[in-house]
């Protein structure tokens, strides 16, 4: 794996956060695959038109996302894997959340354009 790939990728991932943390769907869009999987740490897996239905109606609303212990691995030319923990301020349906989660993104390059194909998410216990 290249440094260049990382940096790659890490951009990419904040971009999207940032979309999220926005309540950007339309920006956030652009950044997600059409065969997006979003794997919620509650066991709730969304598509790609789930998930921007659920932030456009304000039934998810992100304030802060922080990333720790990131590793990006190339999985081949046009696809990686980011790891690490996530830490997460959340409204999901009108209830404030703290979210600390062991994290797998699956990014992918179509176009010239990297885009999320898949996201899961594991609660850390305690």
């Known amino acids: 794996m290249t440094d260049d790939l990382a940096q790659t990728i890490l951009a990419a991932e904040r ?15 652009g950044l997600l695959s059409d065969d997006l999987q979003f794997h919620h740490a509650t066991g709730v897996v969304d598509d790609k038109a789930a998930f921007l239905a ?27 894997l980011l790891t690490g923990r996530m830490t997460t301020d959340v409204r999901v349906e009108g209830t404030d959340k703290r979210l600390n989660n062991r994290v797998m993104t699956v990014w992918t390059r179509a176009d010239g354009d990297w885009r999320l194909l898949a996201f899961q998410s594991t609660p850390i216990a305690g």
């Open 54 to 80: 659920k932030m456009a109606a304000g039934r998810i609303v992100y304030a802060a996302i922080a990333w720790s212990e990131e590793r990006v691995t190339a999985l081949g030319p046009d696809s990686a």
């Open 15 to 29: 971009r999207r956060c940032d979309a999220m943390i926005a309540g950007d769907p339309a920006g956030l869009g």
